[in-house]
């Protein structure tokens, strides 16, 4: 079952605008990450969120983490057409020894057009 | 270092086959996590192994099983396949620590595609 819901499912912007995705999840978590995948590949871990924080950035990116509705955004700024791809959330429930599994979203597939 | 690598990239089975992929997890980590990914249905968990032992296991018929060996490296494989089988398949490895994060490295995947 998919923990996390993503919004847009699809999203297609100019090159150099702002893209923003939403994440909503059902249950409390220990953090949140998200996720980049190019078309048919492997997923690349873009950024962490720890459940007693608000708000990080990295680069060119911008994660909020808002666990009283449960839901995160990614923002992406000055986006590039390098940064087509898809967009996954994945959260990492609490309990046992570290976290056994990751439960990620449907994703939102990001179009940057030139 | 080297990343988390996948075999087959590529295969191609007919239905009631069977299949088996393999993943070498990046040196150290001992967590091997494999997903299936389809169109429909997203990214769904199989299955966890850490230290050979399988700790987690996804919603998934008896069809898919798996295995770790000492070390690391881990293989699933799936009996009698069916159409719906066909999806990419990707293993990811983690360095978990207790407390820690589980931050996942993923490999290229393995695309499988039954007729």
């Known amino acids: 079952s998919q923990q996390g819901e993503e919004d847009p499912q699809a999203l297609s912007i100019q090159e150099g605008e702002n893209a923003t995705m939403n994440c909503s999840y059902k249950?409390?978590?220990?953090?949140l990450q998200w996720y980049r995948q190019n078309s048919g590949r492997g997923l690349v871990h873009l950024i962490l969120?720890?459940?007693?924080?608000r708000e990080k950035h990295s680069g060119r990116l911008r994660v909020t983490l808002d666990t009283s509705k449960k839901s995160s955004s990614l923002l992406i700024t000055a986006s590039r057409a390098a940064d087509t791809a898809s967009y996954f959330c994945?959260?990492?429930?609490?309990?046992?020894?570290?976290?056994?599994?990751?439960?990620f979203g449907q994703g939102t597939r990001l179009t940057i057009n030139p | 270092k080297a990343g988390v690598t996948q075999t087959p990239r590529y295969l191609i089975k007919t239905r009631g086959q069977q299949v088996t992929l393999s993943c070498s997890p990046i040196?150290?980590?001992?967590?091997v996590s494999w997903y299936q990914q389809t169109p429909g249905q997203g990214l769904q968990f199989l299955f966890e192994?850490?230290?050979?032992?399988?700790?987690n296991k996804g919603n998934f018929p008896g069809r898919f099983s798996g295995r770790q060996f000492s070390n690391s490296r881990s293989e699933m494989n799936v009996s009698t396949l069916e159409l719906g089988d066909s999806a990419l398949y990707l293993c990811?490895?983690?360095?978990?620590?207790?407390?820690?994060?589980?931050?996942?490295?993923f490999g290229a995947g393995s695309r499988l595609t039954v007729l």
């Open positions: 990811a490895s983690s360095l978990l620590f207790l407390g820690g994060a589980n931050v996942l490295t």
């Open positions: 249950t409390s978590i220990n953090n």
């Open positions: 969120i720890r459940s007693n924080e």
């Open positions: 994945a959260t990492d429930s609490p309990g046992g020894q570290g976290a056994q599994k990751l439960v």
């Open positions: 040196s150290g980590h001992r967590s």
């Open positions: 192994y850490f230290s050979e032992t399988q700790r």
